[in-house]
């Protein structure tokens, strides 16, 4: 793909695109489109998510109201309380919560999220944004069903400065205040295809929404560009043995569950999948292209001969990432997940910070680039070099991953 197409596609669809909104239907269509030109089939698929309108949110510490936005999905009335703040969810720092609104300096996961529960906690405060940054942004989370397993806290997020002045001046109480109207919406995947001369395939998938305060250009436009630029090589090359079928995913923000949905909706035909080639962020100014395989060590081999081949180097490790790959690795389809980590200081996502400024099109050219190649060759292949097996230890970390099971201490 030209640095000049990169450009335009950047342009025309380097906007907030959250889980279920018209953005990000529009940007499922978009991408369809784009596919259709580089000669692909493509369609839209439609799948249910939770959704929610915010009609109030209301945090008063100490008699004063601090800015904040009220956790989505997490219920509707008003708790009053001291607060208590805990650097992390140990059992001691739990034995101070009890009958508290907790302010903690990580999200709460699945676990974590019913132990401070447990421990008697009525309501929960977080934080983001950066202390040193000039702006007052406050990222919007939600109360994510699969954690909350249907037992809501009120809880609000606030702006790191807020959190630190919080903190500063303990004691005080602090009431919470949340009116919201929770109900269903539709998310949506877009999925193009380029049959092979077998009936298998190698599926890719990147990501298509951005988180709320975030244009997404990194986080994950550069993916769906990849998708993309692999389509168009895969069709100027004639044809490959393996199918190439690109699933440009939405919700990913919300815990995976437009890949979620997929492999679920398709549950079918996932034995006719080889492989998962994920791609979530690539292309920044700066820093390292990993690979996270979820495939045999023989696979890391692989791509660790190839990247020697091209002169390209990547960090590849068998592990689990936080993406789309878990999905189809959770069904026993191997995957290779590429992302890109930059230094903080130069790229960040989820942000204001994450409007295009931090990518460039020449390095997307030349980190897809090579994925588009490196997914090629496999979809050439007389038989897919990676087995089709998930080794105990990634099916251990997908345990951990979907919180099936604790993490061993
Ligand atoms: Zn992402």
Redesign the pocket.
């Known amino acids: 793909m030209t640095q000049r197409e990169i450009q335009r596609i950047i342009k025309e669809a380097g906007n907030i695109r959250i889980s279920a909104s018209k953005e990000e239907k529009w940007t499922a269509e978009y991408l369809a489109k784009e596919a259709e030109k580089l000669g692909a089939k493509a369609r839209v698929e439609a799948f249910d998510v939770p959704v929610t309108t915010i009609n109030s949110a209301k945090l008063i510490a100490g008699g004063r109201e601090i800015p904040c936005k009220g956790y989505e999905l997490c219920g509707s009335g008003r708790v009053e309380a001291p607060l208590v703040y805990i650097a992390d969810f140990d059992p001691i720092s739990l034995s101070k919560v009890k009958g508290k609104i907790v302010l903690s300096d990580s999200y709460p996961s699945t676990f974590t999220y019913h132990d401070m529960l447990d421990a008697g906690a009525v309501g929960f405060i977080t934080y983001d944004g950066d202390v040193k940054w000039r702006d007052n942004d406050i990222d919007l989370r939600e109360l994510r069903g699969y954690m909350a397993q249907g037992r809501k806290a009120l809880g609000v997020n606030i702006n790191a400065k807020e959190a630190v002045k919080l903190v500063k001046n303990l004691p005080m109480d602090v009431v919470i205040e949340i009116d919201q109207t929770e109900g269903m919406g539709k998310s949506w995947n877009t999925i193009a295809e380029i049959p092979g001369e077998c009936d298998e395939w190698i599926t890719m998938s990147a990501?298509l929404d951005s988180r709320p305060l975030a244009k997404g250009v990194w986080?994950?436009l550069t993916?769906c560009l990849t998708l993309l630029n692999t389509l168009e090589m895969a069709a100027k090359t004639g044809k490959h043995h393996y199918g190439l079928r690109c699933v440009f995913v939405g919700s990913?923000?919300r815990g995976l569950l437009g890949s979620k949905a997929y492999v679920k909706d398709h549950e079918a035909e996932l034995d006719k999948i080889a492989l998962n080639v994920n791609v979530?962020?690539i292309g920044s100014i700066m820093g390292k292209v990993m690979c996270c395989v979820n495939a045999e060590e023989s696979a890391v081999a692989y791509l660790n001969g190839f990247a020697a081949e091209k002169g390209f180097p990547v960090r590849a490790m068998q592990r689990v990432m936080s993406?789309d790959s878990s999905s189809f690795a959770d069904k026993g389809v191997p995957a290779y997940s590429f992302g890109k980590m930059a230094p903080h200081n130069q790229a960040v996502?989820h942000s204001r910070y994450d409007d295009g400024s931090t990518v460039s099109a020449k390095q997307i050219q030349i980190d897809a680039d090579f994925i588009s190649e490196f997914t090629l060759k496999l979809a050439d292949a007389a038989i897919c070099p990676v087995p089709r097996k998930i080794p105990e230890k990634i099916k251990k970390e997908l345990d951990e991953y979907f919180f099936r099971k604790r993490k061993d201490a």
């Open positions: 990501h986080d994950n993916g990913e923000e979530d962020m993406s996502i």
